[in-house]
């Protein structure tokens, strides 16, 4: 295989010549295109820091038309064009004069394009900034990758108001995820919660506290500066930094801020020349728990539904199942349980009699705001005895006098040792697992 590398190239050298030189110095030229699954074509930034091109998707024939650290071994994506729309094998994308970088699949449909806005594009470029940008003959911007958030913000990236990064689903699912970071209308900073797939924000988690009653004084701009100092700019100029303390140098570190797919947005740097085995380093996390910071009515939480959130050593969100639940889906440790038993239901079947349930305790878990009763003063045997005798009772909590009804679906569910009180799942008696699929009703609805 390495022998035959060399020849490889020399082929390459002479199919395409142009296109060759043309990634040395950052540029492509209208016609220039890359195909998906072809790890050869990639557009580079002058001093390759930056790669713009088809990345493969997790053990998939799927790819992601990205932008990518190219020089560190974890060869991190920090904008992605397709995320719900992933490319299939062979799919190109080519830069045109008409509607700038468009992205086609296979039989030539269209899954994406940059859209040049206005005029005629002439070049794209991708800088060692990481703004991978169309331009005009004149060597005026068209678009730029900088304007189309994903996850990540750059140093000299600009979010204005109204600007939104939205987190992925997973780690390697770049779909539309359940977090935002943005610059909302009253100059305030902040992570929140979204209801999928609508985007409707849901209440925040985080606030820079950049707002103020007099608009000249509040937040208008989230800036990255060239030095890797992320802050809120202030309309009367001054700055609230997001970037705590000093960071490392930018000319040898490079930094970035994601917002990662467990709700947590967190500022790193990594040197630029690494020997091999460095990695990103943490700069600064928001918030410092997800855990219990996120909170309301609607949504279910970093841990889906019923899912229990603990915090790990770098501050990210860890999620179990309770006892007698297991993962909805089995592959997404972040997508929420269900239970493995059937529940109580208001139906004359059997076994379904309170007799036939029993509440197993629980160690420092709550889900804080899935509460329907609240008993007080009260005693906690005839909490048990509450919840037991009522079919929507799923959970209770109680302490200091006081006997809180939960039922499911359970949000914001956590674990840790700030959690109050004793609290109780009710669970089907015995060695109960579900069956297979329920069994399909013979009877018609209308009939
Ligand atoms: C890229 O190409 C355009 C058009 O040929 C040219 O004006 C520009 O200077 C080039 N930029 C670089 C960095 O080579
Ligand atoms: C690339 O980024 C640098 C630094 O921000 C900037 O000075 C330069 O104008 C950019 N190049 C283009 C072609 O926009
Ligand atoms: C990402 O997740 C969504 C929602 O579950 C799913 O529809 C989609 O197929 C997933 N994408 C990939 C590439 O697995
Ligand atoms: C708003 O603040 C600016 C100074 O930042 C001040 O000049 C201006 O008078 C204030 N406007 C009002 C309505 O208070
Ligand atoms: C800008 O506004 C902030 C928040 O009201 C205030 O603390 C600060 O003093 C103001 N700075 C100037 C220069 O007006
Ligand atoms: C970036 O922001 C930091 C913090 O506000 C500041 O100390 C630094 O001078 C800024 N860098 C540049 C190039 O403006
Ligand atoms: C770097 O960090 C990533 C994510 O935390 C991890 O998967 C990887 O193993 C780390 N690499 C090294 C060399 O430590
Ligand atoms: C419960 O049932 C499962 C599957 O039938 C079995 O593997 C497990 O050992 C049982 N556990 C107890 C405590 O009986």
Redo the contacts with the bound molecule.
């Keep these: 295989m390495a022998f035959d590398l060399p020849c490889i190239l020399y082929f390459f050298f002479l199919l395409f010549p142009s296109s060759l030189v043309a990634q040395r110095n950052g540029n492509a030229t209208v016609g220039d295109s890359l195909t998906a699954g072809d790890e050869a074509t990639l557009w580079l930034s002058p001093a390759e820091d930056f790669a713009f091109g088809f990345r493969q998707l997790d053990k998939k024939d799927l790819y992601l038309l990205a932008i990518w650290y190219n020089k560190i071994p974890d060869k991190t994506i920090v904008w992605y064009a397709n995320g719900d729309r992933p490319a299939p094998k062979k799919s190109t994308v080519k830069l045109t004069a008409e509607l700038g970088v468009v992205l086609n699949n296979p039989q030539g449909g269209e899954i994406w394009k940059s859209g040049p806005g206005n005029g005629e594009a002439a070049y794209g470029f991708m800088n060692d900034t990481g703004n991978f940008l169309v331009a005009n003959a004149n060597g005026e911007k068209l678009w730029q990758s900088f304007e189309l958030l994903t996850d990540t913000l750059l140093p000299t990236q600009i979010m204005e108001k109204g600007g939104i990064l939205s987190s992925r689903l997973s780690e390697t699912n770049f779909s539309q995820g359940r977090f935002q970071f943005r610059l909302i209308p009253d100059g305030n900073a902040v992570l929140n919660t979204i209801n999928l797939p609508t985007g409707f924000p849901y209440e925040a988690y985080f606030w820079s506290k950049t707002v103020d009653s007099n608009s000249s004084n509040a937040g208008y701009q989230v800036v990255f ?3 890797g ?1 992320l ?1 809120v700019l202030r309309a009367n100029n001054t ?1 609230e ?1 997001l ?1 705590l303390g000093r960071v490392v140098p930018a000319t040898e570190n490079y930094h970035r801020a994601t917002l990662h797919f467990d709700g947590v947005f967190v500022l790193y740097s990594h040197p630029k020349n690494s020997p091999g085995n460095e990695n990103w380093s943490v700069v600064r996390t928001m918030p410092e728990n997800i855990c219990t910071v996120v909170r309301g009515l609607k949504g279910s939480g970093p841990c889906g539904y019923n899912g229990v959130c603990t915090i790990s050593t770098d501050k990210r969100a860890i999620c179990r199942c309770p006892q007698r639940f297991s993962l909805l889906d089995p592959d997404d440790p972040y997508g929420g349980c269900k239970p493995d038993f059937p529940t109580q239901v208001c139906a004359e079947e059997v076994p379904n009699a309170p007799e036939d349930y029993e509440l197993v305790p629980l160690t420092n878990i709550d889900w804080p705001e899935s509460d329907y009763e609240m008993y007080t003063p009260y005693n906690i045997e005839d909490c048990k005895k509450a919840c037991l005798q009522d079919f929507f009772c799923n959970v209770i909590v109680f302490g200091e006098g006081t006997c809180w009804k939960k039922r499911l679906p359970l949000s914001n569910g956590r674990q840790g040792e700030s959690v109050n009180g004793a609290s109780f799942m009710k669970v089907r008696k015995g060695n109960y697992t579900l069956p297979g699929p329920p069994p399909i009703p013979k009877k018609n609805r209308d009939s």
């Design positions: 500066n060239e030095s100092y802050y700055r930094a970037t």
